[in-house]
């Protein structure tokens, strides 16, 4: 069986913007790169129901989200001045498209017009108070996405914060919880399980996952536990980067940029417990992203620095990930998705 990813990378030194490549179940390896499309920085990735192709955009010292069809033609970019986004999803049920902006601590709220191309509609921008951390200079949003009832929720790197907003039909956002963490966290992305109003937030800055509760009636988080990412015995620099969650909810993904590890936990039948069961190299620098292939049965893994993918296949019953291939090329490669 033949699997297409799409890559989205830097452009800083030999990549060239959106690529493909496939994975061959049979075989075990990953093959055939491909340039899809030239774009500049590309760092992030979501694909519509329709197959169009949404993007993190730089166009001329401006940033902003980009649009292709599911060719890979361009449909249109919505850009402002300032440095580009670093995250975007696709809300189906609103015809809308949100994105993250870390350096300037906003949410940007885009509609889907009936091509697939985009309009601005809501920019907000964060101005709380920032963590002591020396990444925390100013408020850095990182993460802009749906909530099981249709809430956003964003996470704030900078101010420590996880927000959820409501969204009108029309993209109009309006704040009913805010979760704070602990100072100094850096919360980066967080996964939902599947079946229960339970998150996971992985904290970039001190090398955490964090289970929460989700109070749907009025879109609150509480903490539950949390554990480390590392192994007790590493001192060196360090920052959580992705995290994913199996389909049926049993295990947690996460991946270490310094230690250049996935770190696997098992999570309890009722979700709000997780114990760290493997932590395994990712064969390369800077592992910024990984995704679980639809089968559930494959990891492909990005380590940004040593331009290469690591590729595991991923034991359904207990959660353990085995290295069956590394060093596949993927020029400066910071965002892996399993095309629909």
Same mark, same amino acid.
């Given at each position: 069986?033949?699997?297409?990813?799409?890559?989205?990378t830097?452009?800083r030194?030999?990549s %060239?913007?959106?690529y493909?490549?496939?994975?061959?179940?049979?075989?075990?390896?990953?093959?055939?790169?491909?340039?899809?499309?030239?774009?500049?920085?590309? !760092?992030?990735?979501?694909?519509? %129901?329709?197959k169009?192709?949404? &993007?993190?955009? #730089?166009v001329?010292?401006k940033?902003?989200?980009?649009?292709?069809? =599911?060719?890979?033609?361009?449909l249109? #970019?919505?850009?402002?001045e300032?440095? *580009?986004? @670093?995250?975007?999803?696709?809300?189906?049920?609103?015809?809308?498209?949100?994105? #993250?902006?870390?350096?300037?601590?906003?949410?940007?709220?885009?509609?889907?017009?009936?091509?697939?191309s985009?309009e601005?509609?809501?920019?907000?921008?964060h101005?709380? *108070?920032?963590?002591?951390?020396?990444?925390?200079?100013?408020?850095?949003?990182?993460?802009?996405?749906?909530? *099981?009832d249709?809430?956003?929720?964003? @996470?704030?790197?900078?101010?420590?914060?996880?927000?959820?907003?409501?969204?009108?039909?029309?993209? =109009?956002?309006?704040?009913?919880?805010v979760?704070?963490?602990?100072?100094?966290?850096g919360p $980066?992305?967080?996964?939902?399980?599947? &079946? =229960?109003?339970?998150?996971?937030?992985?904290?970039?800055?001190?090398?955490?996952?964090?289970?929460?509760?989700?109070?749907?009636?009025?879109?609150?988080f #509480?903490?539950?536990?949390?554990?480390?990412?590392?192994?007790?015995?590493? &001192?060196g620099?360090?920052g959580?980067?992705?995290? $994913?969650?199996?389909?049926?909810?049993?295990?947690?993904?996460?991946?270490?940029r310094?230690?250049?590890?996935?770190?696997?936990?098992?999570v309890?039948?009722d979700?709000?417990?997780?114990? =760290?069961?493997?932590?395994?190299?990712?064969?390369?620098?800077?592992? $910024?992203?990984?995704?679980?292939?639809?089968?559930?049965?494959?990891?492909?893994?990005?380590?940004?620095?040593?331009?290469?993918?690591?590729?595991? !296949?991923?034991?359904? &019953?207990?959660?353990?990930?085995?290295?069956?291939?590394?060093?596949?090329?993927?020029p400066?490669?910071?965002?892996v998705?399993f095309?629909?």
């Amino acid at each position: 069986m033949l699997q297409h990813l799409l890559l989205g990378t830097y452009t800083r030194r030999d990549s %060239k913007g959106i690529y493909r490549i496939t994975l061959d179940t049979d075989k075990e390896q990953l093959v055939n790169l491909s340039l899809a499309t030239e774009e500049n920085s590309p !760092t992030y990735l979501a694909q519509s %129901k329709a197959k169009n192709l949404y &993007t993190v955009t #730089a166009v001329d010292g401006k940033g902003g989200c980009g649009a292709y069809d =599911k060719n890979f033609n361009f449909l249109n #970019a919505v850009t402002k001045e300032g440095a *580009p986004l @670093c995250y975007v999803a696709v809300d189906e049920q609103r015809q809308l498209v949100y994105g #993250a902006n870390y350096h300037l601590g906003e949410i940007s709220v885009y509609g889907l017009k009936e091509d697939g191309s985009l309009e601005s509609k809501v920019i907000i921008k964060h101005d709380e *108070p920032t963590g002591s951390n020396e990444n925390q200079d100013n408020p850095h949003v990182h993460y802009t996405d749906l909530t *099981p009832d249709k809430r956003l929720v964003v @996470c704030d790197l900078g101010t420590d914060r996880v927000y959820t907003y409501n969204v009108s039909q029309d993209g =109009k956002l309006d704040e009913v919880a805010v979760y704070q963490t602990e100072d100094g966290a850096g919360p $980066r992305h967080l996964v939902f399980h599947p &079946t =229960k109003n339970i998150a996971y937030l992985l904290g970039e800055l001190n090398s955490t996952l964090t289970v929460l509760s989700y109070n749907p009636e009025d879109g609150s988080f #509480a903490e539950i536990m949390q554990d480390s990412l590392l192994p007790k015995d590493f &001192t060196g620099a360090n920052g959580g980067a992705a995290i $994913r969650i199996s389909a049926d909810g049993r295990f947690v993904y996460a991946s270490n940029r310094g230690h250049n590890s996935i770190v696997v936990f098992a999570v309890s039948a009722d979700g709000l417990t997780i114990e =760290k069961i493997q932590t395994i190299s990712t064969e390369g620098e800077f592992p $910024r992203d990984f995704a679980i292939d639809p089968s559930g049965r494959y990891v492909v893994c990005a380590n940004q620095n040593s331009d290469n993918l690591s590729l595991y !296949t991923r034991n359904e &019953t207990d959660g353990y990930l085995t290295l069956v291939q590394k060093d596949v090329y993927a020029p400066e490669c910071v965002c892996v998705l399993f095309e629909d």
